[in-house]
């Protein structure tokens, strides 16, 4: 199974919106609505942040994130954009037969 | 609160085994599906095998035949016992929680496993 593809980095200044985008193939993104995303800062645990392309994380998870998806490619957008946000972020597909697959990670930086 | 945390990682020669424990609390282990997801060194996240409550278990084709995942209910763990280690196995490894929509909602730190001679 091969990594759903990302951009290795984005980058906003404070305030501004950004978006980071996942594509797969036909067997994952574009075969399940089961899309998840997560937020990682390296030595920390990661975080779902959305889940079911669009639908967001446990409570505390800011309405600033938000996802979506069209065929093969999902989204995160990150609106008003502020210094916390700066980490990893990976998206992460259903790919059937009890399987998952990852991206290869988003470094989102802060300008 | 749940809280998963992660133990066992080291420094280990190719070939030799290993076993991962994560220990977790704030809820049962036996109630949902548990992952091992995992991490090389300034790579992506990979995910690597998961339990099911009924006790399924399924491996990412990298680690068939080596790897394999269980758990004790009444110790609240969960457990990955790693065969035959690679270098290519050198990674953080972390035990993540099935949520809703096959998404995980709750993770570990990790503990890293570094495979050299």
């Not at chain 1, 574009?30 to 899309?35: H, P």
């Not at chain 1, 937020?39 to 942040?49: D, E, F, N, S, V």
């Not at chain 1, 980490?87 to 290869?104: I, K, L, M, N, P």
Request: hydrophobic letters at 30%.
């Amino acid at each position: 199974q091969s990594a759903l593809t990302q951009p290795a980095s984005v980058s906003g200044s404070p305030g501004q919106s950004i978006s980071v985008s996942c594509t797969g193939i036909g067997s994952d993104v574009g075969s399940y609505n089961l899309v998840s995303w997560y937020q990682h800062h390296p030595g920390k645990a990661p975080k779902l942040i959305i889940y079911d392309e669009y639908s967001k994380g446990p409570s505390g998870v800011s309405d600033r994130f938000s996802g979506s998806k069209s065929g093969n490619t999902a989204s995160l957008t990150i609106s008003g954009l502020q210094a916390e946000d700066e980490a990893d972020y990976y998206c992460c597909s259903y790919a059937g037969s009890s399987t998952w697959v990852f991206g290869g990670g988003t470094k989102v930086t802060v300008l | 609160e749940v809280q998963l945390v992660e133990s066992g990682g080291g420094l280990i020669q190719p070939g030799e085994s290993l076993r991962l424990s994560c220990a977790a609390s704030g809820f049962t282990v036996s109630g949902t599906y548990m992952t091992w997801i995992r991490q090389a060194p300034g790579k992506g996240l990979e995910w690597v095998s998961v339990i099911y409550s009924g006790g399924s278990t399924y491996l990412a084709d990298s680690v068939k035949g080596r790897f394999a995942i269980s758990r004790d209910n009444s110790k609240s763990t969960l457990y990955l016992q790693m065969n035959s280690l690679r270098a290519e196995d050198t990674a953080v490894y972390f035990c993540a929680k099935g949520g809703r929509s096959n998404a995980f909602d709750a993770w570990g730190q990790g503990t890293m496993v570094i495979v050299s001679s």
